[in-house]
């Protein structure tokens, strides 16, 4: 091989102009993706920091606006045109409640989302004797001894317990009083309401056998329910709030429809909490002037659901059989309904084991029978609501508890006297209630069932407190008219004397007050 072609083997072989031309086009090319991607993001990213930033000055401007000039429509119709329909929305409510803020501020009674002030209620600080007092002589009366701070006593539970739950509500702090339509007030300058807290049903019954009469008999009675109403009446009648306005503003609870019965006649001016009018007069008690109230029921709660698989008994009653007045139904019910298969009727007392008894009765049968008492009225009634029983009333006579809110047609029956004593008829009646209407009518009773639960934070005492607060324009009324009228002796009530409880005693005008 020569030296040339040595040469030109060993020389080496440089790649062709076009490729390496080709190389730098393509590095530059993905230099230049790359950059681009690189700007894109922090583009997106600044966009994103841009919305955010746009949207919290946005929420900032939102929020002073509605604090600081809440009752600025203007300021609230442009917000909702510039930010989404949601957060105007929400904007729409902060204004509503800082309004509501602004108002209870002025009126410290009146907590956000009311729709009104609270009724301001002084509660009477009773001699101990009216209240605890009471307490104590149960206890005596039953074996138990006289003890030092009488307010360590238990209230013993019975039907007519609403005066307990009433008196330890107002006892307690407002901040736990949650929902309560009232506010308990110290000034009685500041009441709206004034509230008598004696325990009118628990004297009635302190003493286990009211005496015959015997001087030996009279001897034994340590207590007596008369002689406590009377001082009472002696004792609120010298009160300076109960004058002003002949008691008009007074709330007194006589739960027990023989509560208060000797001096009746001298508050029936005031607000009555009571169970029912079997044993008022029209010109007494009225469902204008008065709230009815539910006994406090004496069997347990049923907590489960709705659902008729264990309800195998058709209808329930376990009850006193022989009854006075009205209550003498009892007895013929017996008669046509104790030899029905799948109907359990029995005569029963009020101890603890009847108690348990009736409680597994009713949590077990689809219906309960409430015929009428002594009264038109009974505990059987909410007995049975809170047992998801549904009640078979047979009472012509009753009025019930918080008919504003409640429509009890659509958790019970109602029978007339007359079709349920024909034989045959009620039980042909429930047997032809489908399980769809069974269900229906458990649903609904589940549904109110609180409204009857003295112990419910939420319960019975708050409806009972909404009903009397909604007697305080009637009252004013009143008052304000008294203040005017010559009272003038009618033969017949007048509408506004079965309203007001007026006599229709002649009295002249009040003197005109010039100063």
């Known amino acids: ?210 005496a015959s009469g015997s001087s030996q008999d009279q001897g034994q009675v340590l207590y007596s329910d008369e002689e406590t109403q009377e001082a009472l009446l002696e004792w609120l009648e010298e009160q300076e709030y109960w004058k002003r306005n002949n008691g008009r503003d007074h709330v007194i609870i006589a739960q027990d429809p023989n509560a208060l019965y000797k001096v009746i006649d001298r508050i029936k001016n005031s607000i009555l909490l009571v169970s029912d009018f079997g044993r008022l007069r029209p ?64 005569h029963g007392t009020q101890s603890r084991e009847n108690r348990r008894a009736a409680s597994q009765g009713m949590h077990t049968s689809k219906f309960c029978l409430n015929p009428a008492g002594d009264t038109p009225s009974a505990c059987r009634l909410f007995d049975s609501i809170v047992s998801l029983c549904i009640p078979v009333i047979i009472s012509d006579s009753i009025v019930l508890p918080f008919e504003d809110v409640i429509d009890y047609t659509k958790i019970g029956i109602f029978v007339d006297s007359t079709s349920a004593l024909k034989p045959g008829f009620l039980v042909s009646m429930l047997r032809a209630v489908t399980t769809k209407r069974l269900l229906q009518f458990q649903k609904e009773l589940k549904e109110i069932k609180h409204y009857f639960q003295y112990e419910e934070q939420n319960g019975t005492v708050n409806e009972i407190w909404h009903q009397v607060s909604q007697k305080l324009p009637l009252v004013k009324l009143m008052i304000n008219r008294e203040k005017r009228l010559v009272k003038r002796e009618l033969t017949e009530p007048e509408c506004s004397c079965l309203c007001s409880n007026e006599s229709g005693v002649v009295t002249t005008l009040k003197p005109l007050r010039l100063l």
């Not at 009773?126 to 149960?138: A, I, S, Y």
């Not at 074996?143 to 509500?169: A, C, I």
């Not at 698989?309 to 019910?333: Q, V, W």
Request: aromatic residues 8%; positive net charge.
């Open 1 to 210: 091989m020569s030296e040339r072609s040595k040469a030109k083997r060993s020389k080496p072989i440089s790649p062709p102009p076009h490729s390496s031309t080709a190389f730098l086009t393509q590095a530059h090319t993905l230099t230049l993706t790359q950059n681009l991607v690189f700007t894109m993001a922090r583009k997106s990213l600044l966009l994103k920091q841009t919305l955010a930033t746009i949207l919290i000055i946005l929420i900032v401007y939102a929020l002073i606006s509605t604090f600081l000039s809440p009752a600025n429509s203007s300021s609230s119709s442009k917000l909702e045109a510039t930010l989404p329909f949601s957060f105007a929305n929400s904007a729409a409510a902060i204004n509503e409640f800082s309004r509501e803020l602004e108002l209870s501020r002025d009126n410290p009674e009146k907590l956000p989302g009311e729709s009104a002030p609270r009724v301001k209620i002084y509660l009477y600080d009773l001699p101990r004797r009216f209240t605890h007092g009471v307490v104590e002589h149960h206890s005596i009366a039953r074996g138990g001894r006289p003890v030092d701070d009488v307010t360590l006593l238990k209230y013993p539970g019975h039907q007519h317990m609403g005066e307990w739950y009433l008196f330890s509500d107002l006892m307690r702090p407002d901040s736990e009083r949650i929902g309560s339509p009232v506010v308990r007030v110290l000034d009685p300058d500041e009441a709206d309401l004034f509230y008598v807290s004696f325990f009118s049903s628990l004297s009635l019954i302190v003493n286990p056998i009211r």
């Open 283 to 346: 010109d007494q008690a009225s469902l204008v002037k008065d709230v009815i109230l539910p006994y406090s029921h004496r069997i347990n709660t049923f907590n489960g659901d709705v659902g008729v698989g264990n309800r195998k008994t058709l209808l329930f009653f376990m009850g006193a059989r022989y009854r006075k007045e009205g209550g003498k139904i009892r007895d013929l019910l017996f008669q046509v309904l104790e030899k029905e298969g799948d109907v359990i009727i029995r």
